[in-house]
């Protein structure tokens, strides 16, 4: 086994042996190193005690019961950068019985590596190294097989820690591997133990899943063991319904077109390849069937965008994210037509959102591959995206106005409040309409129009 250790992992490992205690690299970093790849967090485990290891690193943190203390890396902010900024060193550790299918409900330290390992979850994960390699459970042979495996029982490794579920379909998903038969029944069986845990830590598994090159194999596998249909029951409905009729030759039903457009979907960002996979789900409340035989999804997008916002809301996701999801979901059947306005154009970017322009063109692009198109883009998409570019050259927020606040503030002789925003959105729908109308004198004059009290009609009596 050749490899070159990082500086600061070698300087971790002579401090705590010159200080007379044991000390082992273990879990992924051993993983990643037999197979060769890049090792992105490096976690330790040693006899030493917490309080011990504080003595060695003051700078580290230890706020928790397991034994784990973090040390920060030098040079970098464990705030700004805390996904790479630390090293983990855990005691060895023995645990007592798992209440709440998360946590141990006891925890002892243990001088012993083979005990300290055989908690752990799977046998690829189940290694260490020290001044040789220790792999009780068979690890390397599983990684030369490309299978992961529960340690033990692995009703047990569920039973003890529901993630696991997850966790074991989102390794095979990053790594290639298959998941073996005995674990995977396990998985099956234990499926609805995922409801015992927070929807943060699934929302994290899930997400990574996605991000993975892997993402829609992982997703066909979270499906084959029952947990995408207890995580997402809104993707699960839309299995079995096809847009069928004399007017449409559909190959696939809306669940597995879903699937489909993940796997198409371009982008790397997991959100972005989350609205692809959720782009369609509104079909199942607006599914009917016209008179003509044909199926129709009216509204569909209206009501995807609703169903959006209530998933965004179970898997805690922030409002940035929140809004981008909706906005992916709620606005993906937009019109690509050579004649349309510019003002269309301005709405279609309004709606979206600037920043949000190029991710709901790789929605569009799975969305058309996920239902059989063989061209990613048509030649009226790319004539769109030209005149995307075209019309962001000219205003499309309140802020390109040539008028602000203080002008209508000082026009009007009035104090600031919420008229001053509604005389605002009032140019800005004008200037939508008109580009030509975002002329400074222009909207003065339209400023005092809309600022003027309403004429009294004389001459008539109630």
């Known amino acids: 086994m050749n490899y070159t250790l990082p500086s600061g992992v070698k300087n971790i ?41 504080l003595k060695l690193f ?8 397991f034994g784990t203390v973090i040390i920060p890396k030098k040079g970098l902010s464990y705030d700004k950068d805390r996904d790479k900024s630390l090293f983990e060193i855990t005691t060895m550790r023995k645990e007592g019985r798992y209440e709440d299918f998360r946590h141990p409900g006891a ?7 083979g005990e300290d390992l055989a908690r752990r979850d799977f046998t690829i994960n189940a290694m260490a190294l020290g001044e040789k390699l220790i792999d009780p459970f068979n690890g390397q042979q599983d990684i030369k097989d490309r299978i992961i495996r529960a340690v033990g029982d692995p009703n047990q490794r569920f039973q003890e820690d529901a993630l ?18 005995d674990t995977l029944e396990a998985i099956k069986k234990n499926k609805e133990l ?108 209206v009501v995807g965008g609703q169903v959006a916002l209530k998933i965004a809301r179970r898997f805690n996701l922030s409002k940035k994210q929140t809004d981008k999801l909706y906005r992916l979901i709620r606005w993906h059947l937009f019109t690509v037509d050579e004649r349309q306005t510019d003002s269309a154009i301005r709405r279609f970017i309004k709606n979206v959102g600037v920043e949000n322009i190029d991710d709901m063109m790789y929605v569009r692009v799975g969305d058309r591959l996920g239902g059989g198109t063989q061209k990613a883009i048509s030649w009226r998409m790319e004539e769109f995206q030209k005149r995307i570019k075209k019309v962001l050259k000219k205003p499309f927020s309140i802020s390109d106005l040539k008028v602000n606040g203080n002008d209508v503030i000082k026009t009007l002789n009035i104090k600031p409040g919420p008229k001053v925003g509604e005389i605002l959105n009032k140019l800005f729908e004008e200037v939508l309409e008109d580009s030509s109308k975002n002329n400074k004198d222009y909207l003065l004059e339209k400023i005092n129009d809309l600022g003027a009290p309403p004429t009294k009609l004389k001459g008539l009596s109630h």
């Not at 925890?107 to 590596?113: A, P």
């Not at 696991?164 to 038969?181: P, S």
């Not at 597995?256 to 409340?285: M, Q, W």
């Open 13 to 53: 490992i002579d401090k705590f042996q010159k200080a007379g205690f044991a000390i082992y690299i273990v879990g992924g970093a051993v993983r990643d190193l037999l197979l060769n790849g890049q090792i992105s967090d490096w976690d330790f485990t040693t006899d030493a005690k917490p309080e011990e290891i």
């Open 58 to 65: 003051p700078e580290g943190i230890y706020g928790n019961r």
């Open 107 to 113: 925890v002892s330290w243990t001088n012993k590596i």
């Open 164 to 181: 696991r579920l997850m966790r074991a379909v989102r390794i095979a998903t990053e790594l290639e591997f298959d998941i073996e038969k």
């Open 194 to 301: 995922i409801k015992e845990i927070a929807w943060e830590r699934i929302r994290d598994e899930l997400l990574k899943l996605l991000a993975s090159m892997y993402g829609y194999m992982g997703t066909v596998k979270l499906r084959e063991a029952g947990i995408l249909q207890i995580i997402l029951p809104e993707l699960e409905a839309c299995f079995g319904i096809v847009q069928e009729g004399p007017k449409h030759d559909r190959i696939y039903d809306i669940g597995e077109h879903s699937l489909l457009s993940l796997k198409h979907c371009p982008s790397k960002d997991p959100l972005i390849r989350l609205a692809a996979l959720l782009h369609d789900i509104g079909k199942v409340e607006t599914v009917k069937t016209a008179p003509d035989g044909n199926v129709t999804f009216y509204n569909h997008d």
